[in-house]
C-alpha cells in the first residue's frame, strides 16, 4: 500500500518548506511507496510562474517576488511522480493566466474541493 | 453522500481567506452536498466580535481591530448551511462575553476537541 | 476508544499555541481518553533545546530565542502521557545535536512520514 499525502500550499512564503518537506519524505520512504499531491490556493499559486516569465494578464511584478526560485525543484519532483495542483479560482484572483504555468502544474476548479475530496479518499493532509 | 469539511481557523488575520475558501467550495460543489463546520480558536475568535459592538467584558480594541467585517458574509454562509462554533477557553481568554457573539455562532467547550471528533467522524481538516 | 491526534509545529512561535491547545484538550477530555502525538519538524525542533543550553555543536544564538520557555510545560505534558517528536532532518538543518535534547523528546527520521503514518493509523491533524 502506498502512503498517500497531499501538502496544501497557501501562501508563497511557505513553498520553500513544502519543497523541503516532501524532498525528505521521498528520500525517506522512496518515490515507489508514495503518492505526494500538492494543492495550491490563494497567492501560492504565484510560486508556479516560471522566474522571468510575464504571467499571462499581469505585468510586472509577480516575477519579482522571488518564490518562483522552487520552480527547479518543483519540476524534479514532478519526475519523481509529485502531483503539482493550482486553483482557478486563485490564478484568477492572481491574474495569472493557466497558459502560463509549467507544463507540470494542472489547473482544477476549485483548490479546497481537491482537498476535501482526496482527504476523503485517504490523504493525509498536512499545511507546510 | 455529503463532502464533509472543518476548517480551523486560530488567528483573525486569516478569517479573510478562510471565508473566501467556504464561498469557493460552495460555489463548486453546492451547499446541499456539503457539511461545513468552522472552528474558531485562540485569538481569531475576534473575529466573530460584531463591529461596533463592545464584546462583553472588554472596552475598546477588540473591535478596532478590523477583522470583524467578515461577520456579514459569515451571517450569509450560516444561512447557506455553515456552522460556525467559538472555543469557550478562547473567548475566556480573549475577554468576550459569549452573550456578546452574533445568534449563528454556537459556543463549544474546547475547540480542539472539536477538531479531533469531527475528524474522526469523518471531515477533512484544512487550515486557511 | 481513544481521541488520538498529532499536533503539526514547524515554527519556533507556534509553540505557546500549541501547548495551550494540548492542556485544554486534556483537560477536557481526561489524559485517560487521549493519545496525544507532537511532531516538530523545520525551525520548530528549537523549541525543545533547554534554556541555559548549548546545542550540541550550535554556539551562542538558538539558545537566546526564548522559545524554549515551553520546556517545563512540556515536561509536565510528557508526564501526563503526550508524546514529542522531533524531525531528524531539522535537528541535522538547525545544527541541534540529538544528545543536548531533553529525556522526553524522542528523534524519527523524518516528521513528515511520521504525520502521514499516523493519520493513515487515526490520527487527527491539527497545526497550531
Partial sequence: MKFKVLL????PERW???ISNIINFLNDVSEESAEVVVVANGSAVKGYVREGETPGEVQGTVCAVGVSAGSADMEELSKRGVLFLACRNAL???RIAAESLPD???VVPA???EIVRRQA???AYIKP
Avoid: K, P
Fill in 8 to 11: 496544501h500550499v497557501n501562501e
Fill in 16 to 18: 520553500a518548506v513544502a
Fill in 92 to 94: 484568477h484572483t492572481q
Fill in 104 to 106: 507540470f502544474v494542472t
Fill in 111 to 113: 483548490g479546497i474541493t
Fill in 121 to 123: 479518499d485517504g490523504f
